[in-house]
């Protein structure tokens, strides 16, 4: 009989089985790119998409396009990749102690060892670097955006230790890019933008209050809190809410960026967006088991799907 094919050595308790970094990656750099969740790139999407609905809002708001556009949203998909790895290092860092004692994140670069404090500080520090480089290729108002999106990241690893909302400041700092990719097309700061970052933050409150549930006894445990075990049973009903949130303040920014330019058409393809979107939220809620880790880490992935909805209603408005 065939023995069953062991997991490679130090691959972190929720990768994806045969993910690319354990297969396919330089020995060496495996802890670093797990230490980065490069294994798990639904968080790269996250970080991602509501740059890209910026990037395509601020487009049918002005309806002007240009090739540097096409570089937004390459250099955007990199920054994303980097910073992304690079606030996933600083939150490692500062949750080391806790880490450890969850069952899901022990297992993870820095509390089982395969990484020490100072490789990861230095790690981060280069991500860090590599991201700031792409962001010097935007416009003035987009640095200065960009710069001050660090003052969440920092603080987000620290926020379920003071409230029962960490969700919040993750949504703050990973909805970050729906302003900065806007302002790098349009060079300022529209109502729109707004609009859809308090949108992506409402989204955010979804899929990580859904992620929050598989720790909620080891979080119980060590006094880490979360939406998650602040709603306990009533969970799908603040869902609901986050759904109707996210829904309706995208649909709002959808109005106030289309209507100057006076495209009917254009405007009723690009809120099939929010209303897609709502619909694939809908259908998680459907299927939500607050007891089943292995279905909360499916739906959660799912959110990348559900992020790409609505830009492909944008990206065919932007063609009317």
């Not at 609905?53 to 949203?73: C, E, N, P, T």
């Not at 416009?139 to 909302?165: D, E, H, M, S």
Request: aromatic share 12%; net charge neutral; with cysteine.
């Amino acid at each position: 009989m065939q023995e069953p094919a062991q997991a490679p050595d130090g691959q972190v308790a929720d990768a994806p089985k045969d993910n690319w970094v354990d297969v396919y990656a330089p020995a060496a750099a495996r802890p670093y790119l797990r230490l980065s969740r490069a294994d798990r790139p639904i968080g790269t999407w996250l970080l991602l998409l509501p740059c890209w609905w910026g990037l395509s809002l601020s487009m049918l708001y002005d309806q002007q396009a240009s090739w540097f556009d096409l570089w937004i949203a390459i250099g955007c998909a990199f920054g994303a990749w980097l910073m992304r790895g690079a606030g996933c290092t600083w939150n490692d860092i500062t949750d080391r102690d806790f880490d450890g004692q969850v069952e899901r994140t022990r297992s993870r670069p820095i509390p089982s060892g395969q990484v020490t404090l100072r490789g990861a500080v230095i790690w981060m520090c280069l991500q860090a670097l590599l991201a700031f480089c792409i962001l010097l290729t935007f416009n003035l108002a987009a640095i200065g955006l960009g710069i001050l999106a660090l003052l969440p990241v920092a603080i987000y690893p620290f926020a379920k230790r003071f409230t029962w909302w960490p969700q919040v400041f993750l949504g703050i700092a990973f909805n970050w890019g729906a302003l900065l990719a806007w302002t790098a097309h349009s060079g300022q700061l529209d109502a729109p933008a707004v609009v859809l970052y308090a949108a992506g933050i409402a989204w955010t409150l979804f899929y990580d209050t859904i992620y929050a549930h598989q720790d909620t006894e080891d979080d119980a445990l060590i006094g880490i809190k979360s939406t998650a075990r602040l709603f306990g049973n009533k969970t799908a009903a603040w869902l609901r809410r986050f759904l109707m949130a996210t829904v309706g303040l995208m649909g709002v920014a959808v109005i106030f960026a289309v209507m100057p330019a006076a495209n009917m058409l254009a405007l009723v393809v690009a809120l099939g967006g929010p209303w897609a979107m709502g619909w694939h939220m809908a259908w998680q809620l459907r299927g939500l088991d607050t007891d089943d880790n292995a279905k909360l880490l499916q739906l959660f992935r799912s959110n990348r799907d559900t992020g790409i909805i609505p830009l492909v209603f944008f990206g065919i408005a932007l063609l009317l």
